[in-house]
């Protein structure tokens, strides 16, 4: 069974209009990342929360935003996609912070920015 | 700033042997991941290496020479379904994650 559930998988929007990507988890996890990959790239990070504490990185756009409402769901925000956000978006969530343990991703969302 | 390097593409045959190198800088080092991603798929665990030496997984070994700032992949009698990319990951001195772009590994008959 999956335990990192992301929906949708499949996400078409139009330039500019607000896009909500979500994530849940049932491994009961501290830590919730959000991750933005455009193809044959390396995964960028965008965010993550460890419990309720949120931690941007310093070079995501302002126009990303997320929430985390509960230790199992996630929420990734774009509040005006442009041609460029058009990615694949991975939810991954960890036991504990430092980055020294497996990530457990989703199966991802595919954005198209038309 | 940190950087991994790893090949961007490799070719290997169906029952073959292939190993995938990585290497990274070496100020501050907490430890460094192999992750397998299948086309269109989500990144899985393969292996965490933080002390050197070979850790062997049935078909996959991951190796790690701290000194050389070097790890690699070693994967052995390929299967078709062994086509993907992997990334190699590093944990820096910060516990950040440092992700490499992957290598995309093509199995031929």
């Known amino acids: 069974d999956a335990m990192v559930i992301q929906n949708p998988r499949y996400q078409v929007t139009q330039f500019g209009k607000p896009v909500t990507l979500s994530c849940s988890q049932t491994?009961?996890?501290?830590?919730m990342y959000w991750y933005q990959q455009k193809s044959s790239q390396a995964p960028k990070l965008l965010f993550h929360y460890y419990d309720k504490d949120f931690n941007n990185e310093a070079d995501t756009p302002d126009n990303f935003q997320s929430r985390r409402p509960n230790t199992s769901f996630c929420f990734l925000d774009i509040r005006s996609p442009g041609l460029g956000d058009a990615a694949m978006y991975l939810c991954a969530t960890s036991r504990d912070g430092g980055n020294t343990g497996e990530l457990f991703f989703g199966e991802g969302s595919r954005l198209t920015v038309l | 700033g940190q950087n991994i390097d790893q090949p961007t593409e490799m070719t290997a045959t169906e029952g073959a042997i292939v190993q995938i190198n990585c290497t990274y800088q070496t100020s501050g080092f907490n430890g460094l991941f192999w992750y397998q991603q299948h086309a269109g798929e989500a990144p899985t665990f393969l292996s965490y290496n933080v002390l050197d030496g070979l850790e062997e997984k049935g078909r996959f070994s991951s190796f790690l020479s701290r000194s050389k700032g070097y790890s690699y992949l070693l994967l052995k009698e390929l299967q078709m379904k062994d086509s993907a990319s992997y990334l190699c990951a590093e944990v820096d001195s910060n516990y950040q994650l440092i992700w490499g772009a992957g290598t995309k590994l093509i199995i031929k008959p």
């Open positions: 491994l009961n996890h501290n830590v």
